[in-house]
């Protein structure tokens, strides 16, 4: 097999939780007080919009959650958003070791998130320590599983698809990156995408 020049990786479900998930809505309404079932309605009308960066958090927010008044304001609402996203164990701490000791393979994110949450997660976490770009489809206009993005992605680095590995924690967007060429692998536990990427190199 071709040694690999690009490790393309997801954010959310990999290195740190994800920014906006179905786990933190549902907390959201419990804490918040109001209709999760409404909510979550709404939430998959236009979330897609937000990601692909044609509206602003706000905007989602006034349709989401602020489309009639409410007992909290939206700061302290936005200050919760902001503080579903973790760290997961293991993987950060181990890119930035990877990347100092392999500096000739380029590590490079290709994640659907909305403007905001990208911004914040990028600067909270240094992943500029990790990673030597960001395809976030807040940027680009296009978001997983649109074939357009990964190719996008490739096209930035100059890579053949050969050259390439995928790691994401959803297998049918893993999918998606083999129909193209590029080596997909599901992200279950951080050893486990360790020692594949590492069994690569040898």
């Known amino acids: 097999m071709n040694p690999f020049k690009i490790l393309f990786l997801d954010i959310g479900g990999v290195s740190l939780t994800n920014g906006w998930g179905h786990d933190s809505r549902e907390k959201a309404a419990k804490e918040f007080g109001f209709d999760f079932t409404e909510m979550e309605a709404l939430h998959n009308f236009i979330f897609n919009v ?33 503080s579903r996203s973790l760290e997961l164990p293991g993987m950060l701490q181990w890119l930035k070791e990877f990347k100092k000791a392999n500096q000739q393979i380029k590590i490079v994110s290709i994640n659907n998130e909305g403007r905001e949450l990208n911004e914040y997660r990028v600067k909270k976490f240094q992943l500029h320590d990790c990673f030597d770009a960001f395809i976030s489809s807040c940027e680009v206009g296009m978001r997983k599983p649109d074939p357009g993005i990964f190719r996008l992605a490739m096209g930035v680095v100059q890579a053949a698809p050969s050259e390439c ?23 279950q536990r951080f050893e486990t995408t360790k020692e594949i990427i590492e069994g690569l190199l040898q």
Request: charged share 30%; hydrophobic share 40%; aromatic share 20%.
């Open 50 to 82: 937000y990601e692909i960066g044609r509206i602003t958090l706000d905007e989602y927010l006034d349709i989401v959650v602020f489309n009639k008044p409410r007992v909290f304001t939206r700061e302290d609402f936005k200050t919760f958003m902001f």
């Open 165 to 187: 590995i995928y790691f994401d924690d959803r297998i049918y967007l893993v999918d998606a990156a083999k129909r193209l060429g590029i080596r997909g692998y599901h992200h």
